[in-house]
């Protein structure tokens, strides 16, 4: 099962910052959060991740509260191309063999809307 | 670096048939993943390979799926006697080891699975 819970959905106004939840509040000292998107009728793609920092990429920023157990994905400026369902996943750390799957929860679904 | 690409990209079969994904993944990684995605559900794990073993598998994954990976490369995922629970999007995805990279597994587009 998701060790996460996001809100199902979220609208957010094109070109204003989409704000996307995620608690994680079993979260262990040796698991990343880890952020997907999967826009409709595509796999999902990689955005960010992160361990306790904050982190920012070219397509967002991820921001981890201090005790890790919740965290958000900005979207500084969002897009109509940015409308997707939105993954927030735990993940170990690399300690050597094993699969490494992502196990997801549904997300939410962000609509950014015109 | 053309990503992972999946063939057919949908497939409509009757009950009882039996089908066969492909997947290719990124020429250089060396873990291949199959996952399932239901509607209005996130992709779930089915099996994974590193090169061309099939070290785990989910219990998912009944007797009639069967997964390969010959020499490492290209995969197949056959589903033997289909059944309509088996109506899905079947999901590949590849990835370096996480050591030194984070587990950033990339995916294709997928194989949607009609069973009449």
């Known amino acids: 099962d998701a060790k996460t819970t996001q809100p199902p959905s979220m609208d957010c106004a094109e070109g204003r910052a989409a704000n996307l939840p995620c608690n994680h509040s079993?979260?262990?000292?040796?698991?990343?959060v880890y952020w997907y998107r999967q826009i409709h009728s595509q796999g999902p793609q990689y955005i960010i991740h992160?361990?306790?920092n904050n982190e920012t990429n070219e397509m967002a920023s991820l921001i981890i509260t201090e005790d890790r157990k919740s965290s958000t994905l900005i979207l500084p400026h969002a897009t109509l191309r940015d409308t997707a369902v939105y993954y927030c996943?735990?993940?170990?750390?690399?300690?050597?063999?094993?699969?490494?799957?992502?196990?997801f929860g549904k997300g939410t679904k962000l609509s950014v809307i015109p | 670096d053309t990503g992972v690409s999946q063939d057919p990209r949908h497939k409509i079969t009757k009950r009882g048939q039996n089908v066969t994904f492909r997947c290719d993944p990124i020429?250089?990684?060396?873990?291949l993943y199959w996952y399932r995605q239901t509607l209005g559900q996130g992709p779930e794990f089915l099996t994974y390979?590193?090169?061309?073993?099939?070290?785990?598998k989910s219990r998912l994954l009944s007797d009639r799926f069967s997964a390969e990976r010959p020499k490492g490369s290209f995969s197949t995922l056959e589903i033997q006697r289909t059944e309509q629970g088996d109506s899905a999007m079947y999901l590949c995805?590849?990835?370096?080891?996480?050591?030194?990279?984070?587990?950033?597994?990339?995916f294709g587009p997928g194989t949607r699975l009609t069973v009449l």
């Open positions: 996943i735990v993940s170990l750390t690399y300690s050597g063999a094993g699969s490494y799957q992502l196990t």
């Open positions: 390979f590193q090169n061309e073993a099939q070290l785990e």
């Open positions: 995805a590849s990835s370096l080891d996480p050591s030194g990279h984070y587990n950033e597994q990339f």
């Open positions: 020429s250089e990684h060396n873990r």
């Open positions: 079993t979260i262990s000292g040796n698991e990343y």
């Open positions: 992160g361990l306790k």
